[in-house]
């Protein structure tokens, strides 16, 4: 889950950044998923960890992470032009898209009846927040600057991967 959390989030940022400097295109919205189930303490641990680790495998795709690439690409273009109305402008844009992403992801994280994934839901959550946040934003000037989040991205799938694995 780490590595599929790593590589689609690293392949739509990366991707959507270079479309971004090459196209004014606008981004898609992130894809929706669906609503979480509750569930009883008679709940099959193993069949729920398997359903919820299928959903966030479905909810962590390059597709779904590729509109807040391409807004980062818009700011590193809006910041390298020195047009701060369109660089503030897509810092929250994608700092909307990022937490919409991540709201998403809590959303699993309640389904989630093993606290280890659960935890690692959270934690994977966090992470795809952390990419919205000013501070976070404030250190991406260029493409190759993106390539440094693949720590990050990595620290942040850890737990889920690790859960899903189990």
Same mark, same amino acid.
């Given at each position: ?6 590589? $689609?989030? +690293? &392949?739509?940022?990366?991707?959507? /950044?270079? %479309?971004?400097? =090459? ?7 992130? #894809? ?56 503030? $402008?897509? +810092? &929250?844009?994608?700092?909307?898209? /990022?937490? %919409?992403?991540? =709201? ?7 389904? #989630? ?54």
């Amino acid at each position: 889950m780490r590595r599929l959390l790593s590589v $689609a989030l +690293m &392949a739509a940022l990366v991707s959507g /950044a270079a %479309a971004c400097e =090459q196209s004014d295109d606008k981004s898609n919205s992130a #894809a929706s998923t669906g609503a979480a189930a509750s569930a009883s303490p008679s709940v099959d641990v193993t069949g729920n960890t398997k359903t919820v680790c299928d959903k966030a495998k479905a909810l962590l795709t390059a597709d779904n992470v590729r509109p807040i690439g391409e807004q980062i690409g818009l700011m590193i273009q809006a910041r390298q032009s020195k047009n701060k109305t369109a660089e503030t $402008a897509a +810092m &929250a844009k994608t700092k909307e898209l /990022a937490d %919409a992403l991540a =709201q998403k992801v809590r959303g699993l994280q309640q389904e #989630a009846v093993d606290p280890k994934l659960q935890a690692g839901l959270g934690k994977a959550a966090d992470g795809v927040a952390l990419f919205g946040t000013p501070e976070y934003l404030q250190k991406i000037n260029s493409i190759d600057d993106m390539g440094k989040m693949s720590t990050d991205i990595s620290a942040a799938g850890q737990d889920l991967e690790t859960a899903c694995n189990a």
